[in-house]
Structures are given as C-alpha cells and as structure tokens.
C-alpha cells in the first residue's frame, strides 16, 4: 500500500507565511508528478501547484508570485512554500501524487487526507 500524509496547516495571519509538507510512504518506485490542491467549503478542488519529477513547475494565476512548489526525490516529499497570504488562500490542501510502485498494481495516483490552512484578516 501507499498513501501520502500532509502536515503544517494552521492558522496564519494575513501578510504571512506557511510551509506544508507531503510525504509519500509505501512500495514507491518512482514518483511522477506531484501536486498541491485546495478546497475551500462551497467550492470545487482546484489545482494550486504541480511539479513534474523532474522539477518543472505550474501554478495557478491566484498564486503565482506568492507560492513556491518543490521536492525532495530522495525523501518522497514534496513543499509547499506559501508567502503573503490571503484570506481567500483558506482552504483545506490536499497533496496529490502519480506513484509507480514496486509491485502490482503499478499505478497507484494516490491523495492525501488535507490539511487545513486558515488566514485571518
């Protein structure tokens, strides 16, 4: 089995600054890509950031300039870094990973379970 757990949501004040933290755990081969999403309650699950396994990035227009996408291959973890946020940043993030794993079945495009970011005004 794999699975992915999130960490470092919380409350921050508008203006300020929070790194989250996904680490993949499991038969893990290789991992494609990994991504960033959110969901704030009342709307759908929308892309924030996406990182290819070989480090090139997309994000969306909401965040560009402010948030940065990385990962550490050795570790199976990908970052999250969010500066100058924004009340609308609130929302619960969840990390998403295209694994290839060491047994069968070979796929396994796996999410989190979300950790929650709240900004304050």
């Known amino acids: 089995q794999v699975q992915l757990v999130e960490s470092g949501g919380g409350l921050v004040q508008a203006g300020g600054s929070a790194t989250l933290t996904c680490e993949a755990f499991?038969?893990?081969?290789?991992?494609?890509?990994m991504a960033w999403y959110r969901q704030a309650p009342g709307k759908q699950r929308e892309l924030v950031a996406l990182?290819?396994?070989?480090?090139?990035?997309n994000y969306a227009d909401s965040v560009k300039g402010r948030f940065t996408i990385s990962r550490d291959n050795a570790k199976n973890t990908a970052y999250l870094q969010m500066n100058s946020l924004k009340p609308e940043d609130t929302a619960v993030y969840y990390c998403?990973?295209?694994?290839?794993?060491?047994?069968?079945?070979?796929?396994?495009?796996?999410w989190g379970k979300g950790t929650l970011v709240t900004v304050s005004s």
């Open positions: 998403y990973a295209e694994i290839i794993r060491t047994i069968l079945p070979r796929d396994a495009n796996i």
């Open positions: 499991g038969t893990i081969l290789k991992i494609n890509d």
């Open positions: 990182i290819s396994s070989g480090g090139s990035t």
